[in-house]
């Protein structure tokens, strides 16, 4: 009775032993990199855009978010692909990056251990090099603060006693590394 995902969608998605019940829940996601729950259930994806165009979006049930008839990035080969803001029947991105963040995964924080970043996401860049957080209110999102890593950053978790851990790439050589975060002092 405590299942989320059947709170979330309404019906339990297993029918029985044989196969799983599907469902479409929304459309037009590009390459959907992280997935989370915000305290107030509400359901964000950060999804990798094209050449540009990375986006954060609150996934509503039947909504459309336009791939690959819309987004804030063009194709790698260069030709254009309208923006969001050209076809209002499908969702605009809460928030869209270009340059790209590059994402490696999504996570809402729900620790005790940094009480200020209580509900606030964060995304891992690989690219961007960076820890991005993120306030969500609501519908809306928006970036409140980039960490500089200068290394690529694979993903962001939230270990059970509220602190970070964050997942560094390897790369040219180096070592990829794990880190804890903890509040100073």
Do not use: C
């Not at 309404?10 to 829940?25: A, L, S």
């Not at 803001?85 to 729900?110: C, H, K, Q």
């Amino acid at each position: 009775d405590d299942n989320p995902i059947v709170d979330f969608i309404g019906v339990d998605p297993f029918v029985d032993d044989i196969g799983v019940y599907r469902q479409i829940w929304s459309l037009g996601h590009r390459n959907p990199l992280g997935l989370d729950f915000a305290l107030d259930g509400g359901l964000w994806v950060m999804e990798m855009g094209p050449e540009g165009g990375d986006e954060l979006n609150r996934v509503e049930r039947a909504a459309n978010y336009g791939y690959p008839i819309v987004s804030n990035g063009d194709h790698y080969d260069g030709r254009e692909i309208p923006d969001h803001d050209t076809r209002p029947e499908f969702r605009t991105p809460a928030i869209w990056w270009t340059p790209v963040l590059s994402p490696g995964n999504l996570m809402v924080y729900r620790g005790s251990l940094f009480p200020g970043w209580r509900g606030n996401a964060f995304v891992a860049g690989l690219s961007s090099q960076a820890i991005v957080r993120i306030e969500l209110d609501g519908d809306t999102a928006r970036e409140v603060e980039r960490y500089d890593m200068r290394a690529r950053i694979r993903g962001v978790f939230e270990g059970p006693d509220g602190a970070v851990w964050v997942l560094e790439d390897e790369e040219e050589g180096s070592m990829g590394r794990l880190l804890k975060l903890t509040p100073k002092g």
